[in-house]
């Protein structure tokens, strides 16, 4: 299985760019990037995921690097309501599982 | 849909008693998952199955641990005897397809928190 590296803590002032890193360099052509974030107390939530393309939707951005060996998860705007641990995924092409790791602890502060 | 409903959200219970977690996934979703979470550990996978029938249990700590799926729309996770070390966060998550597939997405419920005194 591909691993991913995280940092892990991170943070981001209120109503900036919060930009959370992922590092997965052995990562396999077909492998897809997932994002999820945790806020506490609540089960993991679906954040974004992609393959090469950069990706975008209502909750963030989704930037990989051309040789796929590292990503970053981009929020736009980050709100107080943000701070959450968030998981880097690389999803393992023959497996039926999402392997979480420890993940990033974003704090965001007013 | 009411998204993964899981039942009850905590429990309190002795060790050497019997523990039968709950779970509804999602309507329509063939697959579902059950997780662990400790501080130590972080998030484990315990099993999963796929239209009611256990894929992959290789998870599952020790035979204390069973899970079944009598239908789509239910699912247990058993725990007897039960001991302090089990003492965790246990989230059931459902897929629609196989996730596998490359676009698909877990959906999880909102944990039931387990004491064992």
């Known amino acids: 299985d591909a691993k991913t590296t995280q940092p892990t803590s991170m943070d981001c002032a209120e109503g900036r760019a919060a930009n959370l890193p992922c590092n997965h360099s052995?990562?396999?052509?077909?492998?897809?990037v997932y994002w999820y974030r945790q806020i506490h107390s609540q089960g993991p939530q679906y954040i974004i995921h992609g393959l090469k393309n950069n990706e975008t939707n209502e909750m963030a951005s989704l930037i990989i690097t051309e040789d796929r060996k590292s990503s970053t998860l981009i929020l736009p705007h980050a709100t107080l309501r943000d701070t959450a641990v968030y998981y880097c995924i690389v999803r393992p092409s023959y497996g039926q599982n999402f392997v979480f790791g420890p993940g990033t602890r974003l704090s965001v502060l007013p | 849909d009411a998204g993964v409903i899981q039942s009850p959200r905590h429990e309190v219970t002795e060790m050497g008693q019997e523990v039968t977690l709950r779970c509804k996934p999602i309507s329509g979703h063939d697959y579902l998952f059950w997780y662990r979470q400790t501080m130590m550990r972080g998030l484990e996978l315990l099993i999963y199955?796929?239209?009611?029938?256990?894929?992959?249990d290789s998870g599952m700590p020790e035979d204390r641990f069973s899970a079944k799926m009598p239908n789509a729309s239910f699912s247990t996770l058993k725990i007897q005897p039960s001991e302090p070390r089990d003492s965790a966060v246990y989230f059931c998550?459902?897929?629609?397809?196989?996730?596998?597939?490359?676009?698909?997405?877990?959906?999880f419920g909102s944990g039931t928190q387990l004491s064992v005194l």
């Open positions: 998550a459902s897929s629609l397809g196989s996730t596998a597939a490359t676009n698909e997405k877990l959906f």
């Open positions: 199955f796929n239209n009611n029938v256990p894929i992959d």
């Open positions: 052995t990562i396999s052509g077909n492998e897809y």
